[in-house]
């Protein structure tokens, strides 16, 4: 039975101390695709993403920036409410937890919980993860005191507070769980969310005092509200008020609606445990508790860990120009299996691309609408008659399309994906069978009609299939077939629906949907595509020697490798003549009629900032420099470029001039530190 009720999908809302990433990417590609299934079974469907603004974290990267932490955080929301649009992401709204309209649901929330007698004034002692922005216990650290999930050493920290009475709602959760065995998906992520909270909840400080940039506790302004008690509330703030139309958008929200939270498995606690908490504190019904906290797990690239400022150099927005938008979302809702860990591999996406999509579906539209254009005169033709092999193949395509939808409602990109292919080779199948060709060779014109009439219509239904994970491509291939874009519409299901092409209608064949890379076109892609492995020096771009030019022109794997380095082997001496330090850029800016380069001043820990002119500007923008930690060669002489402009040491990068990546190091190493 269709569910008429709104669906409503919700991304994590992102810290903005990061850029986004392939992991964000991930998880909002995926609420995307989640987004436009429902929109094709006709539901009223509303995503939301944003940014997470509030926080130890977030005041300590704004203060090394130099900013106040609201205009690093104007600045720093910006990247993620551009990215998305750039992969073709279309979400309804877009949160920042800084704008009055959260600050004031969330304060109602807090006024609820302390009237309902769940909030209660005391004090702590507990190991903090600023990472995380999340206390641990002493179990949970790894020796050394590290945080399990940043492995970075976690904060002592002490201070008068709020306590939420978490321990209360031990009982009431077990239960809610037991209710609603769908609540915590997938399975294993689940038995982990009960064994946790089986083995006793503690209450939660959810209020600091020791530091300013956070939701103010009412009545009580010296306390500003635990940063996750403020995000979590995002879900539910997004949906005060009206939507365009006057409508209110708690529509939006359980009974009325089903809600879903994708998350990665490293915040699952946060919204299996805590976020229904809060609600119940409030006086939510069960009724009223999100419909599903699903949970995915973590990728890393081409077998290494990801992690933040694409540190391992892989942009979800160069790939998604490099590829198409619809490349890459292809790939990552369907070689990641939705909930494992899966690896983003760049050789795969290739080999997927050529496979799945040239050679699979695009080789099919292309072969078809040769067929059409030799035999109907690129005309829709007439419907003919079925044969058992026509029978055969609907009866498959019923299945598999059932089976994609029973995957999409359970939330399973990539085995809804998987049974949407399998409609394609089911197709690739039947033409091979049924063999128009032939059939044209012995005249028997009613059988080629029908042949190609099923391999149209059959088409039509698979533009429909792809369109929640390649929206572009769906369309594209629906101009071909001579049909309108996709307009889904609320009430209507267009996913299970007869095909709209009649007989006689005009097809329109056009290039290739998905042109296949040959060996070369594949080698020369990776070598632009990987994270570039060798470093270079950004200043490179301007003045570099001729040998260093040639060098950076060079393909990858051109550019010699240390063994065959011409200088040999250095000694460790000589090695360490070299100062690397670690600055932070504190301003950054443009340099007049100079594309390449970028005036920057960088604190290495020393009396005044230097300054520092670099070739950075074909890749980063300005303000997106301001705040990063660079690694510096402080001991080099200084570098007149004119015009007053001198340089006072070379920050390192990796990469062409266009693509640069910069070589990270973690938050906690303080500006002047010496690299050994
Ligand atoms: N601000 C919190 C979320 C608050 S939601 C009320 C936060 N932000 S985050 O930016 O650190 O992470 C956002 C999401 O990105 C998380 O779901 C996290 O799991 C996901 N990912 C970060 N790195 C990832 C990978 N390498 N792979 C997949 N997802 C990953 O946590």
């Not at 969310?193 to 089986?198: E, G, I, K, Y």
């Not at 059409?372 to 019923?398: H, Q, S």
């Not at 990776?526 to 060098?551: C, V």
Request: aromatic fraction near 8%; proline fraction near 7%; charge should be neutral.
């Amino acid at each position: 039975m269709t569910d008429r009720r709104p669906f409503y999908v919700t991304t994590p809302i992102y810290y903005v101390n990061d850029i986004p990433h392939l992991g964000h990417a991930y998880t909002t590609t995926v609420c995307d695709a989640l987004r436009r299934y429902q929109l094709l079974r006709g539901r009223e469907s509303r995503m939301l993403t944003g940014t997470d603004e509030h926080g130890l974290k977030i005041e300590r990267v704004a203060k090394e920036s130099g900013k106040t932490p609201q205009a690093f955080v104007d600045a720093a929301s910006k990247p993620f409410r551009a990215a998305w649009p750039q992969l073709d992401i279309e979400a309804d709204d877009f949160i920042r937890t800084t704008e009055p309209r959260h600050i004031a649901w969330v304060h109602e929330l807090w006024k609820r919980i302390a009237e309902n007698g769940f909030l209660e004034e005391g004090s702590y002692e507990d190991w903090y993860c600023v990472g995380c922005e999340s206390f641990k216990t002493e179990k949970e650290l790894l020796p050394g005191n590290l945080c399990p999930i940043h492995q970075k050493p976690v904060e002592r920290v002490k201070e008068q507070t709020y306590f939420f009475k978490l321990s209360k709602f031990e009982a009431r959760l077990l239960e809610f769980y037991e209710k609603h065995p769908s609540f915590i998906q997938p399975e294993t992520r689940r038995n982990e969310v009960l064994s946790f909270v089986r083995s006793g909840l503690r209450d939660l400080s959810v209020s600091r005092t020791s530091f300013s940039w956070g939701i103010p506790v009412p009545g009580d302004p010296k306390h500003v509200m635990y940063v996750w008690f403020d995000a979590l509330s995002n879900y539910r703030s997004a949906l005060a008020g009206r939507d365009e139309k006057g409508e209110p958008l708690s529509r939006f929200w359980p009974p009325s609606a089903e809600a879903v939270h994708i998350v990665g498995k490293d915040i699952l606690r946060f919204h299996a445990v805590y976020w229904p908490a809060f609600l119940m504190a409030a006086g939510y019904t069960d009724a009223e508790m999100p419909t599903a906290i699903v949970a995915h797990g973590f990728l890393t690239i081409d077998g290494h860990k990801m992690s933040k400022s694409l540190r391992n150099g892989v942009d979800p927005l160069r790939l998604a120009k490099e590829l198409g938008p619809d490349v890459l979302r292809y790939y990552l809702l369907r070689a990641i299996s939705f909930g494992q860990d899966g690896d983003f591999d760049h050789a795969g996406i290739i080999e997927r691309y050529n496979a799945d999509l040239g050679k699979n579906l695009g080789n099919l539209l292309a072969r078809t609408l040769g067929l059409c254009v030799k035999m109907t005169d690129g005309l829709v033709p007439p419907k003919g008659f079925e044969t058992e092999l026509e029978v055969e193949l609907a009866a498959r395509v019923d299945v598999d399309a059932a089976r994609a939808m029973d995957h999409w409602s359970s939330y399973e990109p990539h085995l809804a994906l998987e049974a949407t292919w399998a409609i394609s080779a089911a197709l690739n199948q039947y033409v091979d069978r049924a063999a128009p060709w032939a059939l044209a060779k012995q005249g028997d014109m009613a059988r080629v009609h029908s042949t190609l009439w099923t391999l149209l219509t059959t088409l039509e239904r698979l533009s429909i299939c792809i369109w929640p994970a390649m929206p572009g491509k769906a369309n594209q291939m629906r101009a071909q077939l001579g049909l309108p874009a996709i307009v889904p519409q609320v009430g209507s299901d267009l996913f299970w629906s007869t095909p709209t092409l009649e007989p006689g209608m005009k097809l329109a064949p056009g290039s290739a949907l998905f042109p296949t890379y040959d060996e070369a076109t594949t080698s020369e892609l990776l070598s632009r595509l990987r994270p570039p492995e060798s470093i270079t020096a950004t200043s490179m771009a301007e003045g570099a020697t001729k040998q260093e030019k040639k060098m950076e022109k060079m393909p990858e794997s051109a550019i010699p490798s240390t063994e065959a380095s011409p200088l040999g082997p250095i000694t460790y001496d000589q090695f360490s003549i070299v100062d690397l330090r670690v600055g932070v850029v504190l301003t950054c800016e443009k340099v007049p009629k100079k594309d390449r380069l970028l005036k920057l001043a960088v604190d290495l820990g020393e009396t005044t900032p230097r300054t520092i002119i670099a070739g950075l500007a074909l890749t980063f923008a300005p303000e997106a420099l301001v705040g990063r930690r660079v690694i510096v060669v402080a001991n080099l002489a200084p570098r007149d470029f004119g015009k007053g402009l001198v340089s006072h040491g070379m920050i390192m990068a990796a990469g062409p001039s266009e693509a640069l990546v910069l070589p990270t190091i973690d938050d906690t190493v303080a500006a002047g530190t010496k690299l050994k």
